[in-house]
């Protein structure tokens, strides 16, 4: 892969203005580093045609104030930062930082609970859980521990279900803000087929979001998503009442769940008997818009899927949670090849991983079989890029090119003696990193930076 010409700009306003978009806060920071080793450029989406003629590999990426600023040969980035501290991460691999499309960080410690399927596993495992978060301090302990956890998993964005607990979104923004990590959550809501105390109402259900949407929204890196949690915890009203709010709010994204399995779906038929299908229980009520984002999506009449594509709504992959909970095969390429917008993500804690990479290689098995073996470039484009795009984040975060903000992953191709044999005969870089999204983990992690700093490992002194 040849190494394409230095874009960059270096001029100092842009440089400050930048910077002041990032925090909020107006300050221009000295820290300018250059980062050497293969840094991996995606131009377009791998699926759209030659999967591997939609990602390049450059020599350097240099960051300054939080952002990319430059991209090329190691000369060249030197020659826009020629001041910048300089790291060689030599054979390693700099990634964008992975972009998690859908997960619930309170769910962190029941991850990987036995035995149930949907409906049984959310009233065994999940509501006692959240039923935690009514306990900010709890709240609290968990989002550190979430956003740590991750972290370490080279993930620098994801959007978030919270409990129904206002201080849970709080909890999960400010430990993001702390971090100066790019993050969407939601208060789910819930006011039916939920227990006392993780139930709320249609009217508090939309002033609690509309609280914490004018709270957090735009502030930092933070943005809100309404969250309806799933049409049979929410009455017509409440989604009504939602609806409403993403109308007034239509910058906001909007989150649910979506036909992720066939006794849900019947559910969903009995609890709505004049909903056309499940994803008129949400369009008859304001919630279907192309800043939507519907979890799981497998179960999906053609209806659906027409709408859904011409909306411009973005449906979330979770191959883990997919075969965890038992929910089906989503068809990757299928929707792909109807045009569909499409993020992947962990499911945290329906899925059972943390792990982009475990996530990738997940929805690389169901692709197989499904009948189509996704190249390691879509899935590599699908965790960063495409997630980061589903989000309607893409202008931001997701690729590796000058103006965007610097979340990046650093990872060691080699992280493991049976990664290193494999890798050893790789003949280009999708086959040296296709063994490290088959089999690694955490090891291959070497470090995670956000907005221009190392967050993972944590620096000392
Ligand atoms: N449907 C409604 N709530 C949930 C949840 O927490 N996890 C999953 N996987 N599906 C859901
Ligand atoms: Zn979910």
Known sequence: MKTMAVRSFTHAGRRARLHADLTGKGTVMGDETILTGKVLCFTGSPFA???VGAARVEEAVGIAGGRIVSVGSRQAVR?????AVLRDYGDRLISPGFVDAHVHYPQTAMIASWGKRLIDWLNTYTFPEEMRFAD???ASEIAARYLDLTAAQGTTTMCSFCTIHPESVTAFFEAAEARGQRVVGGKSCMDRNAPEGLRDTAQSAHDESKALLEAWHGRGRISYAITPRFSPTSSPAQLEALGALWAAHPDCL?????????DEVAWVRDLFPSARDYLDTYEAHGLLGARGLY???IHLEPRERDRLREVGAALIHCPTSNTFIGSGLFDMAARMAEGQRMGLATDTGGGSSFSML??????????????????????WWLATAGSAAALHLGDRIGTIAPGMEADLVVLDLASTPAIAQRA????DLWEALFPTVMMGDDRAIAETWIAGRRVHPAPTG
């Open 358 to 379: 475990r996530t990738m290689a997940a929805a690389y098995e169901i692709g197989q079989l499904t009948g189509t073996a996704l190249h390691p470039a879509q899935l």
């Open 295 to 297: 979890g799981h999506a």
């Open 79 to 83: 020659s826009a930062l020629p001041r």
């Open 136 to 138: 900010p301090a709890y």
């Open 424 to 427: 050893a005969r790789a003949e």
């Open 49 to 51: 045609g030659d999967p």
């Open 254 to 262: 909007m989150q649910t769940h979506l036909s992720e399995q066939t």
